[in-house]
DNA sequence: CGAACCATGTAACTAGTTACATGATTCG
DNA sequence: CGAATCATGTAACTAGTTACATGGTTCG
């Protein structure tokens, strides 16, 4: 798996504690990079240095003892292998998308439209950091990292738009046309409140 | 976690095998749904069993055994206590959005525009298959599945969009801006090249 | 008649999280 | 002076994948 990758691909910014990489994903972790807890940091940065691909700058600041690590040669070109071969397809995992796939009429939709509402508020607080991110005076954001944050920016947008689009007609009772060729809707209704009752009567 | 209600979701539409659940997601998988192996799969449905979510209706066709499973009603009530929840933010793992950001003016960027272009390709494909699929004579999608997959479509074209930008300003040199304040870029460059070095004279 | 598909399942492994332990420093 | 932050680390657990075993059916 390339979380291996993720670190070296931190660590090729600047030489970085474990403790400054789950910073530094904190706030990336803004549905652009992917989280990473101590955890898995920490035992796999040792496992990095035991396998040559970082070495450690032990550093006392301030009375304060910590582990700068720094990207060996072998660990530059592992880095720059894995650049050059192809990104996999990204994985998303939405649970919005799963819950109104499943959602159907027994349901109260303003409960759906109140979970739109609340994503709306999450993307765009993420929109206006990301926004901000290039030019907030404290980043590094080299040119081809702010192409890449152009991306999310783009994607957030979308995602706005849709949403509000989609409070509207579940709003307006306005709902895009299915396919339903062995009336699956009705069938799944009857199944639900044929379970509901048999509970009820239990 | 909510693979278990990922499978309760599916058993909603309509009773499925273990076998079934994969393949629906097979091709759903599609940058919406996330898949599922059969070592998750069948362990977890005896798992819901067990605890009373689901039961099994076993079944003899063709003399090819299967088990079928349904939701039982407090499978039902499970599901949809799940649903009235409010969603997770998603989990996006893109490594296209790393790698990018981990780019500099040593490496060569038509590579960076091979893994754009061959990404672009992959969306494109998706994007066929979500355009269609509400309409594809063959699944079923309910209204609200209709509206989540206008979702997709909207964000796949917005992928596609921005893909063809940044292969545009990749080409003709036009990145953004960045932020580089502390120099990061040239420290990067020499860091980078004096490891380089020290391997070769090794 | 063999390849592809339908169908179920497990053992060994890899990956990662949560929660805790520890201790120093800084800041209101 | 106590809370927040900086800093490192581990043990127990949860989650999930890969690869294999097994065996039947359908279709070219």
């Given at each position: 798996m390339s979380v291996e990758h993720t670190l070296l691909a931190v660590l090729s910014y600047w030489p970085s504690t474990g403790y400054d990489i789950k910073s530094e994903f904190?706030?990336?972790?803004?549905?652009?990079y992917w989280g990473m807890s101590y955890g898995s940091i920490y035992p796999k940065l040792r496992k990095l240095e035991e396998e040559g691909f970082i070495f450690t700058l032990d550093q006392e600041e301030d009375g304060r003892r910590k582990k700068l690590y720094e990207l060996t040669p072998k660990g530059w070109e592992e880095l720059e292998n894995w650049l050059l071969i192809s990104p996999a397809y990204p994985v998303v995992k939405d649970e919005l998308f799963m819950k109104m796939s499943t959602w159907?009429?027994?349901?109260?939709?303003t409960i759906l439209i109140g979970h739109l509402r609340k994503r709306r508020g999450e993307t765009e607080d993420i929109l206006g950091f990301v926004k901000e991110?290039?030019?907030?005076?404290?980043s590094f954001v080299s040119k081809f990292s702010a192409l890449a944050i152009r991306f999310a920016e783009i994607r957030l947008e979308a995602e706005i738009k849709w949403i509000d689009e989609a409070i509207h007609v579940l709003q307006t009772n306005d709902l895009p046309e299915g396919q339903d060729l062995n009336g699956n809707v009705d069938k799944i209704l009857t199944r639900r409140r044929k379970a509901i009752k048999e509970n009820k009567e239990k």
């Open positions: 904190e706030h990336k972790a803004a549905s652009l159907h009429d027994d349901l109260d939709s991110w290039p030019s907030n005076g404290i």
